[in-house]
């Protein structure tokens, strides 16, 4: 495997279901990063991991919650979703930025969920 | 506020030249990127700029103007391919340079 992938590349669920995308960078980052993009909409950054800390939650609802074990794999867990939360989540990950260099972000193909 | 505008959907040729404009309203800018996203696919990196100026790529240039709060993604010898979604994000040093993102500009290629 080379760069990111994510599984599932669909998922469909109802409200009550508990379910976890994972996220798997091969790139030797230290950071990786949650957004969700919906339609015509601009990507919403939930969550970035740096040296598998949180540094970043940008006001998500608790029904998704996060969990990064190493610098390699990031998990999404949901939980008692809305139908308002169906949506491309996608995850990325990069070189951590903190001494000022860019942080050229690299995406997974996305996991698209439906909740019903 | 913070805020980026790109037009929502752009058509152009095959063969011909494309400019997709990028505006933003941003404080602590760190420099500006352009992502490709084709459907149902992942965003690829295709530009950084962070100084002003034109930065060629191949078929792709992208230019920015910090006084302005203006980038511009060139696309030239249009192909098929390029028929995508084009995102503007621009780094911020006080969001902990985390990326603000454009709703992207659909380009749709015509033969």
């Known amino acids: 495997e080379t760069g990111v992938t994510q599984t599932p590349r669909h998922l469909v669920m109802g409200m009550t279901n508990k379910k976890s995308l994972k996220c798997e960078q091969h790139l030797g980052h230290n950071a990786m990063y949650w957004y969700k993009q919906s339609a015509k909409k601009p990507l919403e950054l939930m969550f970035v991991y ?37 949506a491309l989540y996608l995850c990325a990950s990069s070189q951590d930025w903190r001494d000022g260099s860019y942080n050229e972000q690299f995406f997974g193909p996305g996991t698209r969920l439906t909740v019903l | 506020g913070q805020n980026i505008d790109q037009p929502t959907e752009m058509t152009a040729t095959e063969g011909a030249i494309v400019q997709i404009n990028c505006t933003y309203q941003t404080s602590g800018f760190n420099g500006l990127f352009w992502y490709q996203q084709h459907a149902g696919e992942a965003p690829t990196f295709l530009s950084y700029n962070v100084l002003d100026g034109l930065e060629e790529k191949g078929r792709f240039s992208s230019f920015l103007s910090r006084s302005k709060g203006y980038s511009y993604l060139l696309l030239k010898e249009l192909q098929m391919k390029d028929s995508a979604s084009y995102l503007c994000a621009v780094s911020r040093t006080d969001s902990n340079y985390q990326l603000i993102w454009g709703a992207g500009t659909k380009l749709i290629i015509k033969p």
Do not use: G
Not at chain 1, 57 to 79: A, K, T
């Open chain 1, 50 to 86: 740096s040296l598998e800390e949180r540094v970043e939650n940008n006001s998500v609802p608790s029904r998704f919650s996060p969990e990064c074990p190493n610098s390699s794999h990031l998990f999404l867990h949901l939980h008692t979703l809305q139908p308002e939360d169906s």
